[in-house]
């Protein structure tokens, strides 16, 4: 357990200097699910005007593509960052076969899942499975493993109950998952939505077998380090997830800054104090912590 004073700052500013490469989550930091946080896109700016590089690491279960259009319609410029990095990205680069040695070796597990898929999510995440070659069913009866990447319309975003049964069905015919979002919930415009992480905990405590992809497991930082080519020691890794953007620098070996308004908002309201607690309890050390990403 850690009991590293974390630095409390009003911005980014005074740690812009000791680094040259920022790996920035995305919903909870960037954005609220609708438009970015006031101060952010001047933020982004300023750093890239200082030669920074950025590469964006989100645990959004969609192709990097389809993040950077979303980025884009909320006034996100592709000029503020180096790439885009989704754990929905590196799933699909794991189903298609990539050839990326690194892949390969981090999951070597995708050889024995077959192509029947069972997809648990909404239709907006289809685009994960185009150009995969593998067959969707609608029965985990047919399946030869699951796609979890979260909850959908048709059962609801705010409540895990509506996909116990399902998750059951998978369970009895022990379909391993993909779980290609490891959040646990996440907050859109005030209002706090279940995740596919929170399935998954769910199917593991069924006794089922599940493959996580994503933020704080470190093969999914992989790509990103090569598009920032940044030595660790000067790269900072910025989030407002303790479980998933803290504890993933950590695993990396990177230094980390804590925004305390994103998923912890509720609870921290802004108290560097109330955050220092967190993170002890947590056994992390982010470096510092900030009220919101801003300059």
């Not at 509506?162 to 415009?189: H, K, T, W």
Request: contains cysteine; proline residues 7%; charged residues 20%.
């Amino acid at each position: 357990m850690s009991n590293r004073k974390i630095e409390v700052l009003q911005g980014i500013a005074p740690l812009a200097d000791r680094y040259d490469g920022f790996i920035v989550d995305l919903w909870g930091t960037v954005h609220n699910g609708v438009r970015p946080f006031p101060g952010v896109v001047e933020c982004l700016r300023t750093l890239k005007e200082k030669g920074k590089r950025i590469v964006m690491l989100s645990n959004a279960p969609r192709p990097a593509a389809v993040v950077r259009g979303q980025l884009q319609s909320m006034g996100v410029d592709s000029s503020l960052y180096d790439g885009v990095i989704t754990s929905g990205e590196v799933t699909w680069r794991v189903l298609a076969g990539c050839t990326d040695p690194s892949v390969a070796k981090a999951w070597p597990w995708v050889t024995t899942l077959g192509d029947r898929v069972f997809h648990i999510g909404g239709q907006h995440d289809l685009s994960l499975f185009e150009g995969l070659g593998v067959t969707l069913v609608t029965d985990p009866a047919e399946a030869t493993f699951v796609l979890n990447t979260g909850p959908n319309e048709e059962r609801g975003h705010t409540d895990l109950e509506p996909y116990l049964g399902l998750l059951e069905a998978c369970a009895a015919r022990n379909l391993p998952m993909i779980c290609a979002n490891p959040d646990m919930e996440v907050m859109r415009a005030g209002q706090r939505l279940i995740c596919a992480g929170l399935l998954a905990k769910d199917y593991e405590q069924k006794g089922g077998i599940v493959y996580w992809i994503g933020k704080p497991f470190p093969p999914v930082y992989e790509p990103v380090l090569e598009i920032l080519d940044v030595p660790k020691p000067k790269i900072l890794a910025v989030g407002d997830a303790l479980a998933t953007d803290i504890r993933g620098a950590s695993s990396v070996g990177v230094d980390a800054l804590w925004v305390l308004a994103g998923i912890h908002g509720e609870g921290l309201k802004d108290d560097p104090a109330l955050a220092q607690e967190e993170a002890d309890g947590a056994g992390l050390a982010p470096v510092a912590s900030v009220p919101a990403f801003v300059w």
